[in-house]
Each structure stands twice: as structure tokens, then as C-alpha cells.
């Protein structure tokens, strides 16, 4: 078959260092589709970028046809099926959010250009690197000759975080937890929703506050921990999730290439233009969706509570402050 062309971004860094190899050996596109896997980073890392490429090499993968590791755009972007940008300007101390995203909406806005320039009209684009949702946003502006659609951000990994809180309380596993959702933007501000979630239990399907059995747990502590999730990681390792990440990378993208299975829906950031549950547009905000053919349609109809209605409204409103806040940088970068 032919190689489809995947870019990840950030590629000498810790997140793309358990990514890569997943892709490589089949885990995301397929174990029978052929890969040229382009590496992008930054000119000082291209001595370590030389590294992963080495190893990549040593783990003599049969999908592998080529691995391109460069520091430039023109390269970086060409003629891409998939981009996977993980690279981003990190949060360092004493920095404000404002200064992050300042730094961002740099990058970003060159990024979305080299994709409208270089790569297929129909590129899968996933952003990574954070804020997510708005430096997502940015590149989707940035690209206008890309369908807004084919953006999307990492919401999956505190997905997967609210599922396995899920499946830990109930004493089953993941698989067994569906439909959980995130709602609005990858920050503490974001609302894990088990309000439509399902887990399978002795084989019968059963709401999650009915099999849970405890609402001020689920509208607390289990609340805030997928919140926190990322801080206590750092915490405890002193390092921030890759693992984890770079798995839920993995589900996200092979998501949008397979589709979602029947009767389940995901979380990603989306594009918001169009959506029924009172969200404002233009936002890059985290819905449930379903995927079929590689596009996704929002999860329609779900009656939302004043609880839940609350929370979706302030995570909107703090994504409506840092969307203003970039659109301003944006002017000027």
C-alpha cells in the first residue's frame, strides 16, 4: 500500500518519545498501512532528534518506510495526511498565562500557515501541545484554506483519566466505563461529565451515579481529580505525563481514522460553530463525538442539568478570555 505521511511535532521531546514508537508499529493506522514519519523540532535539538531517529532505525518495524527528522517548516509540512503537533512553548515559573500564550500564538500562527501552504487540503490536524484548545484555534485561523473540521485538540487523555477513576471505584476496568465526556477547554477548568456515562456491570449496562451510588463524590472529588490530574502527575514525577499522553494520542487519532465503535462516544476539542448545547461559536471546545469516515458530528440531545450547565459555561467563558487574549497577540505577532 502506500505510505501516508504522519508529522509529529516536538519530536525530540518526552511526550513524542513514547508516541513514536506506538505509531511506527502499527498501534494507531493500521498494522498493514505503510508510514513515512516526519520529526519536527527545534534547530538546538536536532542532535538528540538524530537519537530517536537512530532508535527508530534499531527497532527494524516493517511499516517504517522512511523517517525525515528536520528543523524546517518547508520540509516538516509537505504533502502531510496526518499532523500531530506536540511541540509547544512550555509553562516555566513565574510565567503567567498570558506570556504562555503570547509564545504560542507565535508558533501556532506559523504552523497553521506551513500547513495551509505545504500540506493536503484534507490533513488531520491534532494539537497537542498547550493550551490545547486555543493554540488549536490559532492554527485552524491561521490555515483558512484547511476546513476548520480537520482541527482538533487533546481532550482524550483526561477522558481516559475519568474513565479509569471510574472503573477504580466500581472495581472493574476501563473497558467496561463508555460514554464518559469533557467538556470545554483541557485546563482545571474543564467539566468530566458522568452524567450519560454508562458501565457494564455482571454483564448489564448500568448508569454511572446509579452503579456509583454516591453523588457528592461525583460531583466533587472525582470532579476534581481528572482536573488535577496533570498537576499531581508532575508532582509525584517531577515530569509531566507522557506515557499517558502519548497513549492518548494514540486513541484519539485512530478514532478519527476508524471511527468511533457503535453505541460510544468520545471527547475531543472541535471546532464549536454549530453545536446545541448553548455554546458560543468559534470556540475550540471539548464535545462527545462520534466518528465515522473520519469525520466527527457532535453527540446530539443530551438533556444537560443546571449542575452541569454551570460548569460547561465557565470553562466557555475562560476559553472566550483566552481566545480574545490570542486573537490580540495574533494581530501583532
Not at 513514547?18 to 519536527?40: C, M, R
Request: proline fraction near 4%; include cysteine.
Amino acid at each position: 500500500g502506500e505510505a501516508i505521511r504522519v508529522l509529529v511535532t516536538g519530536a525530540a521531546g518526552q511526550i513524542a518519545y513514547s508516541l513514536l514508537y506506538s505509531i511506527a508499529k502499527g498501534d494507531v493506522f493500521g498494522k498493514d498501512q505503510p508510514l513515512i514519519l516526519v520529526l519536527l523540532d527545534i534547530t538546538p535539538m536536532m542532535t538528540v532528534l538524530e537519537g530517536v531517529v537512530m532508535e527508530l532505525q534499531d527497532c527494524a518495524l516493517p511499516l517504517l518506510r522512511e523517517v525525515i527528522p528536520t528543523d524546517k517548516e518547508e520540509v516538516a509540512f509537505k504533502d502531510l495526511d496526518i499532523a500531530i503537533l506536540v511541540g509547544s512553548m512550555p509553562r516555566r515559573e513565574g510565567m503567567e498565562r498570558k506570556d504562555l500564550l503570547k509564545a504560542n500564538v507565535k508558533i501556532f500562527k506559523a504552523q497553521g500557515a506551513a500547513l495551509d501552504k505545504y500540506a493536503k487540503k484534507t490533513v488531520k490536524v491534532v494539537v497537542v501541545g498547550n493550551p490545547a484548545n486555543t493554540n488549536c484555534l490559532i492554527a485552524s485561523k491561521s490555515a483558512p484554506s484547511i476546513p476548520k473540521e480537520n482541527f482538533s485538540c487533546l481532550t482524550r487523555l483526561d477522558h481516559n483519566r475519568a474513565k479509569s477513576q471510574i472503573a477504580m471505584k466500581l472495581g472493574v476496568t476501563a473497558n467496561d466505563v463508555k460514554n464518559v465526556i469533557i467538556w470545554g477547554n483541557h485546563s482545571s477548568t474543564q467539566y468530566p461529565d458522568v452524567n450519560h456515562a454508562k458501565v457494564n456491570l455482571k454483564g448489564k449496562e448500568v448508569g454511572v451515579y446509579e452503579a456509583i451510588k454516591d453523588d457528592s463524590w461525583l460531583k466533587g472529588d472525582f470532579i476534581l481529580t481528572v482536573q488535577q490530574r496533570g498537576a499531581a502527575v508532575i508532582k509525584a514525577r517531577k515530569l509531566s505525563s507522557a506515557m499517558s499522553a502519548a497513549k492518548a494520542i494514540c486513541d484519539h487519532v485512530r478514532d478519527i481514522w476508524f471511527g468511533t465503535p457503535a453505541g460510544e462516544f468520545v471527547s475531543m476539542g472541535v471546532i464549536s460553530d454549530g453545536n446545541s448545547y448553548g455554546v458560543p461559536e468559534d470556540l475550540l471546545y471539548s464535545f462527545p463525538v462520534v466518528i465515522k469516515d473520519k469525520t466527527w458530528k457532535f453527540v446530539e440531545g443530551l438533556p444537560i442539568n443546571d449542575f452541569s450547565r454551570e460548569k460547561m459555561d465557565l470553562t466557555a467563558k475562560e476559553l472566550t478570555e483566552e481566545k480574545e487574549t490570542a486573537v490580540e497577540f495574533l494581530s501583532s505577532a
